[in-house]
């Protein structure tokens, strides 16, 4: 079946179709591993046995055995009747230790090069969108940077970050350009959420900065306060890197 | 017979091509009426499976994807509910796909559809309404043009029935109309946005500042020292050229 995840945006790729073997320890570890990265917040319901076994191209047997697992593991629970369904766990941490462990696994080179690539697609989007936006677009650009996110509610930052992103690059209105943003959000974004979060610095002001270069129709602005601001996110996550390392350190 | 074809031309095409279109949502929103009449209508009895999954398998039509998107709590069984399938080619071959759309608005990945354009503006105005040129990174992943229109079933708005079509094909069959007229001619949406154009200066996605459109699409005649601008009649589209 196509993956036809409409909806997910970049968690499209959570519920992609599998290879055939090991199927349920596939499904088991490609949920477990979205649950502990955060890319499923705590509280948020799985769709439907049927729906993922869909999506994924298992039978339905193959979910459900890899649903028992991941009840079994603390990461979801499930609830039966009216109102029921699967409902994901999270971590305690947040999935902060699964994401400092994959963090090490990355070396500081990787990250700047992961830095430059994001720098050019986020930057050439929103000079693009200061050439292309029409007031539709900058309405809906200013509504997603004046968002905040509700003090009980933690999963909402990356979420509103990640669409933020998005919907700037839809706006260059480039299809290439926006695939490749969700590529590099799945691989990378959880990782700049939960660093430009540790490190306290207020990044809402930066949003507001890019949409009013947009708005202005200046690409030049635009695309330095896009830098400006992916830039400030791989910093914290060096620092963070910096200080995960030196914590291992003998 | 002359052999020299005129903005206007254009125009009528862009303007058939409309009411080919919406022809097909009239047909589609006509098979939803006696279900949603009935009495608490439940997702099985959208009986638009077959009609959709032909606009889609034709190769003559550019269908992208097409279907239903219903109104909250319309259906007894989903307070949200997208009936909709795309296409895509692979390979040589046509794969439809019924669209996997999160419903639930607890679940993850769950977008509330009746804020995006496509939805949001039939149901405001009670019109019909062409979404884009957009990247459409929610459905189709392409550039994409969205036709919707009011479904209303006993005088009450339902959801929209609506089709996807890609601007590539659009663009393309366009292109050989336009390249018949002497003049540029470019195609441009409610917002100065180009859809297509037959000179390289302006291209696809392109916004046309600081001209009068709304004017223009309301009938004014409006003098433009750059510019003469020619309706396609039941779209929101003009076909501009320059003077």
Known sequence: MADRSMPLGPYAAVFAPLPTAGRAEAVRRRLGEAIALGLLPDGSMLPPESDLADRFGVATVTVREALGTLRDDDLIVTRRGRGGGSFVKAPHDGGRAALLTRLTRVGLGELRDLADHYCAISGHCAALAAERADPDDVARLRRLAALRPEPDEPSATPRQEGTFHLELAATAQSARLTREEMVLQREIGPVLWLADAESGAVRHREHEAVVEAVALGDPAAARARAEDHVRHLFDAVKSLHRETRSRRAP | ?243
């Open chain 2, 1 to 243: 017979m002359t052999t020299t074809m005129t903005d206007t031309d254009v125009a009528r095409w862009v303007s058939d091509f409309g009411q080919w279109v919406f022809g097909q949502l009239d047909d589609i929103a006509g098979l939803l009426e006696a279900p949603l009449s009935a009495p608490a209508p439940r997702r099985s009895d959208l009986a638009i499976e077959q009609r959709c999954h032909e606009l889609l398998a034709d190769p003559q039509t550019p269908v992208a994807g097409a279907g239903a998107v219903l109104a909250p709590d319309v259906l007894a069984d989903a307070p949200y509910w997208l009936e909709w399938w795309t296409v895509e080619s692979r390979g040589g071959t046509t794969v439809i796909a019924k669209l996997a759309a999160e419903t639930d608005p607890r679940a993850v990945g769950f977008r509330d559809y009746t804020e995006l354009p496509w939805y949001a503006k039939p149901f405001e105005s009670g019109q019909r309404h062409v979404t884009g040129p957009y990247v459409d990174y929610l459905c189709t992943d392409q550039y994409t043009l969205t036709f919707t229109q009011p479904l209303v079933v006993d005088g009450t708005f339902a959801g929209v029935v609506g089709v996807d079509v890609l601007v590539a094909w659009f663009e393309e069959h366009l292109l050989d109309v336009m390249e018949a007229v002497e003049r540029t001619c470019v195609l441009v949406n409610a917002a100065g946005r180009v859809v297509t154009s037959s000179d390289p200066t302006w291209v696809t996605g392109d916004l046309l500042r600081g001209l009068p459109i709304e004017a223009w699409l309301s009938g004014d005649e409006v003098d433009h020292a750059a510019w003469s601008a020619t309706r396609c009649e039941g779209l929101p589209f003009l076909v501009l050229s320059p003077r």
